[in-house]
């Protein structure tokens, strides 16, 4: 059982920076391959990035290829989502999930567990 809880949302500016963290519980969170998703309301949930076990893989959405960097620090149980030059259409809620296979999933169902949700807004 793995429990997530994301952090490090808010309202930024277009063009700025934020950092999303999502902590674990359970130490199995090594074996976990890790995603984050985003959500509009009446929109099904979207891939924006994942990252494999071991951090050796790791998959991006095109439209925030070389603005977002995933990464993942074992040690702290911890997956982050280092979001720069932020656009309006980054506006969304962000949630972080864990999958089992330890592979860098691109689809939900793939995902096991998931974390509540972290809201970014990005308006001037």
């Given at each position: 059982q793995?429990?997530?809880v994301?952090?490090?949302?808010?309202?930024?500016?277009?063009?700025?920076?934020?950092?999303?963290?999502c902590?674990?519980?359970g130490?199995?969170?090594?074996t976990?391959?890790?995603?984050?998703f985003?959500?509009?309301?009446?929109?099904?949930?979207?891939?924006?990035?994942a990252?494999?076990w071991?951090?050796d893989?790791i998959k991006?959405?095109?439209p925030v290829?070389?603005?977002?960097?995933i990464?993942?620090?074992n040690?702290?149980?911890?997956?982050?989502l280092?979001m720069?030059?932020?656009?309006?259409?980054?506006?969304?809620v962000?949630?972080?999930?864990?999958?089992?296979?330890?592979?860098?999933?691109?689809f939900?169902?793939?995902?096991?567990?998931w974390?509540?949700?972290?809201q970014?807004?990005?308006?001037?």
């Amino acid at each position: 059982q793995v429990q997530l809880v994301e952090s490090g949302g808010g309202l930024v500016q277009p063009g700025d920076s934020l950092r999303l963290s999502c902590a674990a519980s359970g130490r199995a969170f090594g074996t976990y391959g890790m995603g984050w998703f985003r959500q509009t309301p009446g929109k099904e949930r979207e891939f924006v990035a994942a990252i494999n076990w071991s951090g050796d893989n790791i998959k991006y959405t095109n439209p925030v290829k070389g603005r977002f960097t995933i990464s993942r620090d074992n040690t702290k149980r911890t997956v982050y989502l280092q979001m720069n030059s932020l656009k309006p259409e980054d506006t969304a809620v962000y949630y972080c999930a864990a999958a089992s296979s330890g592979l860098e999933h691109v689809f939900p169902r793939s995902y096991d567990y998931w974390g509540q949700g972290t809201q970014v807004t990005v308006s001037s």
